[in-house]
């Protein structure tokens, strides 16, 4: 994971995170973020994502492009 830093703005806290990691948790800007504390840390959970998304999908489809990635890119090119 990138390390970000929080900075002030406004009068509140703030962090960036970079675009293609928000992409891929579909954040945007003015998408609305919960902030859960867990006992390792702090969650950042989107608020009215597709009920579709989930983190055991993404690893899910993280497996498969892995595995295969390159037979999926060859049947793009058809």
Known sequence: MVAQHLFDHEGELAIT????????YHLAAGVEVE???????????????APWFSLGWEQALDAVLEHY???LGHLDDE
């Open 35 to 49: 902030i859960v504390p867990d006992e390792v840390g702090l969650v950042l959970q989107p608020v009215g994502v």
């Open 17 to 24: 995170i970079p675009k293609d990691l928000a992409e891929r």
């Open 69 to 71: 990635g390159i037979a």
